[in-house]
């Protein structure tokens, strides 16, 4: 069973939802991945997908920490011991990482359930998303555009999915984002997240 009002809540009030038993982390997971089933082949913004390791992260226990039972995507440049990890780079395009790095570490510990990764330019060196290996995001406000702001975790692209930001801070807060020279925003400005709700026009 999926949990419907997902959108409604971000990741604290998801977590707060764990903790009282009104929704399973696997019920979450579950909306989680139906959302990305409906809208990645549009946006093609979670670029590896390891949905298994989220299920057996809660068949095994999620540790109690701030966000136990929240799904959670990485960034395509995190390192996760048995999972794909590309850095949205042609040559590393098999590669499975063989540890976990400190900060995929501390996700694991605050009790999310990493089901993917998402979106990255290559080895994370330019501003948009349009590596060779998985092609270009798309600005989910108008498909017809390439992924149009900041490299934050392909969060912006995802906004529309899950409709809310997810407050861990640092990348995962909401971005005021400034035009480069070619009109595509970089993350050059930050603001604490808000928690506002984003909508999008289809």
């Given at each position: 069973m999926?949990f419907?009002e997902?959108?409604g809540?971000?990741?604290m009030?998801?977590a707060e939802?764990?903790?009282?038993k009104?929704?399973?982390?696997r019920?979450?997971?579950?909306?989680?991945?139906?959302r990305?089933?409906?809208?990645?082949p549009q946006?093609?913004?979670?670029?590896v997908k390891h949905?298994?390791?989220a299920?057996?992260q809660?068949?095994n226990?999620l540790?109690?920490?701030?966000?136990t039972?929240?799904p959670?995507l990485?960034?395509?440049?995190?390192?996760l011991e048995g999972t794909?990890?590309t850095?949205?780079?042609?040559?590393y395009k098999?590669?499975?990482?063989?540890?976990t790095?400190?900060?995929?570490r501390r996700?694991?510990?605050a009790?999310?359930?990493?089901f993917?990764?998402s979106a990255s330019?290559?080895?994370g060196l330019?501003?948009?998303r349009?590596?060779r290996?998985?092609?270009?995001?798309?600005?989910?406000?108008?498909l017809?555009?390439?992924?149009?702001c900041?490299d934050?975790?392909?969060f912006?692209?995802?906004?529309?999915?899950?409709k809310?930001?997810?407050?861990?801070?640092?990348?995962?807060?909401?971005?005021?984002?400034?035009?480069t020279?070619?009109?595509i925003?970089?993350?050059?400005?930050?603001?604490?997240?808000a928690g506002?709700?984003?909508?999008?026009l289809h």
């Open positions: 999926a419907k997902y959108g809540y971000d990741g009030g998801l939802l764990v903790r009282k009104q929704v399973s982390a019920e979450l997971l579950d909306e989680a991945i139906a990305t089933t409906r809208v990645e946006i093609n913004a979670v670029v949905y298994d390791y299920e057996r809660i068949d226990g540790p109690d920490g701030p966000f039972g929240v959670f990485l960034k395509d440049l995190d390192i794909r990890t850095s949205g780079a042609s040559v098999d590669n499975v990482a063989d540890h790095s400190t900060l995929a996700f694991l510990d009790g999310v359930a990493i993917g990764k330019p290559e080895f330019m501003p948009t349009e590596s290996l998985f092609g270009p995001t798309r600005n989910p406000w108008n017809a555009l390439h992924s149009d900041n934050i975790n392909g912006p692209q995802l906004f529309p999915t899950f809310k930001s997810f407050p861990l801070g640092g990348q995962k807060e909401l971005e005021l984002v400034v035009p020279p070619s009109g925003p970089s993350p050059e400005t930050k603001k604490p997240t506002d709700e984003f909508k999008p």
